[in-house]
């Protein structure tokens, strides 16, 4: 013989996200064979809530309430009290024990975790692109960059793509200049003001390949030599002043933070 449903009603005035996760993490406690979960998303008038009740009114469901607003959170205490159903009230209890703790009212803003997943699953998708279009990797879908990034090799284009893929959710590209090969066609296809040439002084480039290629077991190698890297620089520089829409930004002596900073600053109008 089937067991008698058990319903248990996610009420949210967002998506719902945290009474079914909260849901979830109790019922793993339970074994009961029929359970049958129902969720109201998007809560926020009165209404709703009476026409939830109504249907409680038969299937006699624990309800599980996360509603930030204290003036429909009440509301829907007292229908749901009125029809004597159990009702969990996740936000009502725990944020008056905040408001206690820090002597100050709630905001009762809506949907606040999801936004925060949101921009968690967003900076998730900007790394994926940027590690996948790092170092010459790839030139397709250049159009879904916000950043792209063009200089010579050791100017920090990969920790530099990285840190703003992480820090501010940017989809990043970026190009080594190598003398004498050609620059990805696709580059030159997509909205040039995107794009941000990093220069260096000669000397402090020699001494960042001169410790690379030592590490590598490369010191007689000519990427370290300072002549060649004059000649890199002037080239890169050559490669700059015939695209006057690029963003140039020197990374002599800064640090990532720094730089990613400028660039946000100055291609956004923001702060990172």
Do not use: C
Not at 41 to 61: C, F, G, L, Q, T
Not at 131 to 152: T, W
Not at 157 to 180: C, D, H, M, R
Request: net charge positive.
């Amino acid at each position: 013989m089937e067991a008698e449903p058990k319903y248990i009603y996610l009420i949210s005035d967002g998506t719902g996200e945290t009474a079914t996760k909260i849901a979830k993490a109790f019922l793993v406690q339970f074994k009961y064979p029929n359970i049958i979960k129902r969720k109201f998303i998007e809560v926020r008038e009165k209404e709703k809530i009476d026409e939830i009740v109504e249907k409680a009114k038969d299937e006699r469901p624990l309800v599980v309430l996360t509603i930030a607003d204290k003036d429909l959170r009440d509301y829907a205490n007292e229908r749901f009290n009125q029809i004597g159903v159990i009702i969990l009230d996740l936000f009502g209890y725990y944020i008056n024990k905040f408001e206690e703790f820090f002597g100050q009212k709630a905001r009762n803003v809506s949907g606040l975790l999801h936004r925060i997943s949101d921009r968690y699953f967003e900076k998730i998708k900007a790394i994926e692109y940027t590690v996948e279009h790092d170092d010459n990797r790839s030139s397709r879908n250049l159009d879904q960059a916000d950043i792209i990034l063009v200089g010579l090799s050791r100017t920090s284009k990969t920790p530099l793509s990285i840190y703003l893929a992480q820090e501010g959710g940017y989809k990043v590209a970026n190009f080594a200049i190598v003398k004498g090969e050609k620059l990805p066609d696709s580059l030159f296809e997509v909205d040039q003001n995107k794009i941000v040439g990093l220069t260096i002084d000669p000397m402090r480039l020699y001494e960042i390949r001169k410790q690379r290629a030592k590490k590598l077991g490369l010191a007689n190698s000519s990427y370290a030599s300072l002549s060649r890297i004059y000649e890199e620089v002037e080239y890169a520089n050559s490669i700059f002043k015939k695209h006057p829409q690029w963003l140039i930004v020197d990374v002599t002596n800064r640090s990532v933070e720094e730089t990613a900073s400028e660039i946000v600053s100055k291609l956004f109008g923001r702060k990172l």
